[in-house]
T-cell receptor, first 114, second 111 residues
């Protein structure tokens, strides 16, 4: 059973640029969630995809967008990068169960915006 | 707005002691609760889940839930230096697939 993998692990961009982050979900999982974690803060929910459809969205502007592919892998795209977008971006896969969503996180992508 | 509150710490305990981590949540509709451990520079890892009032034990970890008080706690017995990490509490409402995370409590276990 393969775990959740994310790429790249680190990324440096300048303000105004665009970035794409990638995530492969754990084998057998059909749901992918993306979180942003600033230093010293808890993960903040960006959005979730279930079977290629957006299944919920947090309080993030439209320049944060995503995709889920038929193999359940996913992309997070951020346009017009701002300095405050510097954070650890976490992808988590899950398989919905009766008693809630146990998330399995990837190792994250550390994004620095200069 | 659904909120999960945790004291950011750090909580410092000696090796072998019991570490007690606390969390409160604002949404009375929350039904599922999770504790994640996050080592510095790493991603969160699920260590406990609890859904019913009372205690749930798993090895050295005990999760406690009191829905009337909207309170969740995690006890770590016989704390080890390797337990030093940030512990994230998360709450999820019934019918929602999206947990809300607290900011985490930093735990330091010193030899």
């Amino acid at each position: 059973e393969t775990g959740v993998t994310q790429s790249p692990t680190h990324l440096i961009k300048t303000r105004g640029q665009q970035v794409t982050l990638r995530c492969s979900s754990q084998s057998g999982h059909n749901t992918v969630s993306w979180y942003q974690q600033a230093l010293g803060q808890g993960p903040q929910f960006i959005f979730q995809y279930y079977r290629e459809e957006e299944n919920g969205r947090g309080n993030f502007p439209p320049r944060f967008s995503g995709l889920q592919f038929p193999n359940y892998s996913s992309e997070l795209n951020v346009n017009a990068l701002e300095l405050d977008d510097s954070a650890l971006y976490l992808c988590a896969s899950s398989l919905s169960g009766e008693y809630g969503e146990k998330l399995f996180f990837g190792s994250g992508t550390q994004l620095s915006v200069l | 707005q659904k909120e999960v509150e945790q004291n950011s710490g750090p909580l410092s305990v000696p090796e072998g002691a019991i570490a007690s981590l606390n969390c409160t949540y604002s949404d009375r509709g929350s039904q599922s609760f999770f504790w994640y451990r996050q080592y510095s520079g790493k991603s969160p890892e699920l260590i406990m889940s609890i859904y019913s009032n009372g205690d749930k034990e798993d090895g050295r970890f005990t999760a406690q839930l009191n829905k009337a008080s909207q309170y969740v706690s995690l006890l770590i017995r016989d704390s080890q230096p390797s337990d030093s990490a940030t512990y994230l509490c998360a709450a999820q409402s019934g019918g929602s697939y999206i947990p809300t995370f607290g900011r985490g409590t930093s735990l330091i276990v010193h030899p």
